[in-house]
């Protein structure tokens, strides 16, 4: 039951978009986004619940297709310290019942 | 506020000896998990206590892995004996009733 992300990797100059997705063969109840930084911990992103709204702050927002059990993230204008690697984590029942990380999608930004 | 706090950050050892890594979470979640990570994947989740009860240990190796959460504040995980197989990053995180998860720094071992 492992989400499915893609793509596997991008690589994008300074300024540009970009999208990750990240899918789901099980009926979510949320869907979590994770940046780590190589040799750091994942630091939490956002949250998008069952039924909530698109989320986002500053140039990364997200969206939760709960019809299509999917979630993109997206990352506008992007800047040199968004390099990393985005994970998308699942949830079927909320209170953190299920959780599973999806395989990650890993992003660089050259200057 | 402090973050959650892992020690040791590194540790090798030679395979069939026992280690032991230690996670102090942050002040008030009740939630707590551990997670082992190998590298270029996704961290994958070991055990999941809520307050000192292991709600979910279905991927925990019981054979040669344990853990315990005494008093629902910091927990232990342990390997016994250690395996080629176990070099990875283990990862700790908190969070409160199931949400946000906060993760620690990690404790990167490697057996030889």
């Known amino acids: 039951q492992q989400p499915v992300q893609s793509p596997q990797a991008v690589i994008l100059r300074e300024g540009e978009d970009a999208v990750i997705n990240c899918s789901s063969s099980?009926?979510?109840?949320?869907v979590h986004w994770y940046r780590q930084k190589h040799g750091e911990a994942p630091v939490f992103l956002m949250i998008?619940?069952?039924?909530?709204e698109q989320k986002g702050h500053d140039k990364i927002s997200a969206s939760f297709n709960e019809k299509k059990q999917q979630s993109s993230l997206y990352l506008t204008a992007s800047q040199l310290s968004y390099s990393g690697t985005y994970f998308c984590?699942?949830?079927?029942f909320g209170y953190g019942q299920n959780f599973v990380f999806g395989p990650g999608t890993r992003l660089s930004v050259l200057p | 506020e402090a973050g959650v706090v892992q020690s040791p950050r590194y540790k090798i050892i030679e395979k069939k000896q026992p280690v032991a890594f230690w996670c102090n979470p942050i002040s008030g979640h009740n939630t707590l998990y551990w997670y082992l990570q190998n590298l270029g994947q996704g961290p994958e989740l070991l055990i999941r206590y809520e307050n000192e009860e292991a709600v979910d240990d279905s991927q925990l190796p019981k054979d040669r892995f344990s853990a315990e959460r005494l008093k629902g504040v910091d927990s232990t995980l342990k390997i016994q004996p250690a395996e080629l197989g176990d070099s990875a990053v283990y990862l700790c995180a908190s969070s409160y009733s199931g949400d946000t998860q906060y993760f620690g720094p990690g404790t990167r071992l490697t057996v030889l």
């Open positions: 984590g699942t949830e079927i």
């Open positions: 998008l619940l069952k039924g909530g």
């Open positions: 099980k009926a979510l109840y949320s």
